[in-house]
């Protein structure tokens, strides 16, 4: 009989889960860890087009997000802009399968595209007072308040690394999502920068 | 290092750009290629601009949006004039 196959997170070596039990989460001023196994669909369509606008909205209940580089959230779905005529919808894993399916069937007769890339990225979060500070060591982005909060994403470079990052909370909280064959080399530098904070590390 | 601005990011840092050619650059239609000597073959193929000056080019937002837009850009001082999207004529502008 077949083994039944069982998914690794990119940071899967790393042993998060124990670092994470013996992490004071409390004290600290960062708290860094691996939310893996999203679900990330891209979609493709035209914006100006209300029946896409629609479809969307028939699956996700989110309104799609057409100003750049900004997310929109309802229930589970969160929809983020990634360009001006392409998006990514993230929720809960192991659901991209259905997701995909009723989009395309939401899409039918639109030029419209459906792909599923959850196996793509995984997702370092990091939140904390430090935050800002930690991701201004390898990110040009201004990142205070006055120029970015929550509700904003953006496409860009984390030290060497080509990243999204989303805010997700005024904390500030961030997700940083990341190609898993990325995933070690930026862990990897959370772990060097991060040792000149507080930091702690968070269960998934 | 130069700041860029996306017309859709807004003003990004140059890493996150990346240069792709002369802007405006017309591509002969079908009637013209079958009629035109090599010279004016290689010309459209090889030649560009080289100007000490004001330069038309392409630029890809490569690690953000990754959409293309054009660029006038001061070779010498490397000042980004104007950024205005693709399909647009080059823009008239005063001499530097």
New interface residues.
């Given amino acids: 009989m077949a083994e039944a196959y069982t998914r690794r997170s990119a940071l899967q070596h790393f042993g998060l889960t124990a670092a994470a039990a013996k992490s004071d989460v409390a004290g600290a001023e960062i708290v860094i860890g691996e939310s893996a196994h999203r679900a990330i669909v891209n979609i493709r369509g035209n914006s100006s087009d209300a029946a896409f606008i629609a479809a969307v909205k028939s699956v996700t209940g989110v309104d799609l997000p057409v100003k750049?580089?900004t997310t929109a959230q309802s229930g589970a779905f969160r929809v983020l802009w990634?360009?001006?005529a392409?998006w990514w919808v993230v929720t809960t894993g192991g659901t991209e399968e259905k997701l995909v399916a009723d989009l395309r069937q939401a899409f039918a007769g639109q030029h419209a595209a459906v792909v599923d890339v959850s196996e793509s990225r995984t997702v370092i979060t990091i939140s904390g007072a430090s935050a800002r500070d930690v991701l201004a060591r390898g990110c040009?982005?201004d990142l205070h308040p006055r120029a970015f909060g929550p509700g904003q994403c953006?496409?860009?470079?984390l030290t060497k690394a080509?990243i999204l990052l989303d805010q997700t909370d005024a904390t500030p909280s961030f997700d940083i999502y990341v190609l898993k064959s990325f995933g070690d080399y930026l862990w990897q530098w959370f772990w060097l920068i991060g040792r000149d904070y507080k930091f702690a590390i968070k269960a998934q | 290092m130069l700041l860029i601005s996306c017309p859709?990011?807004?003003p990004?840092?140059e890493?996150?750009f990346a240069y792709g050619h002369e802007a405006h650059i017309a591509r002969p239609t079908l009637d013209q290629q079958n009629t035109m000597s090599d010279a004016e073959w290689a010309d459209y193929l090889f030649m560009r601009k080289n100007p000490k000056g004001v330069h038309f080019e392409r630029w890809v937002h490569a690690?953000?949006?990754?959409?293309w837009f054009n660029v006038a850009r001061h070779t010498v001082t490397h000042e980004i004039i104007k950024v205005y999207p693709m399909g647009e004529p080059a823009p008239k502008l005063e001499q530097k």
Wanted: a neutral charge.
């Fill in positions: 750049p580089n990634l360009g001006p392409e040009s982005l953006a496409q860009t470079g080509n | 859709h990011c807004g990004r840092d890493h996150e690690r953000g949006c990754r959409q």
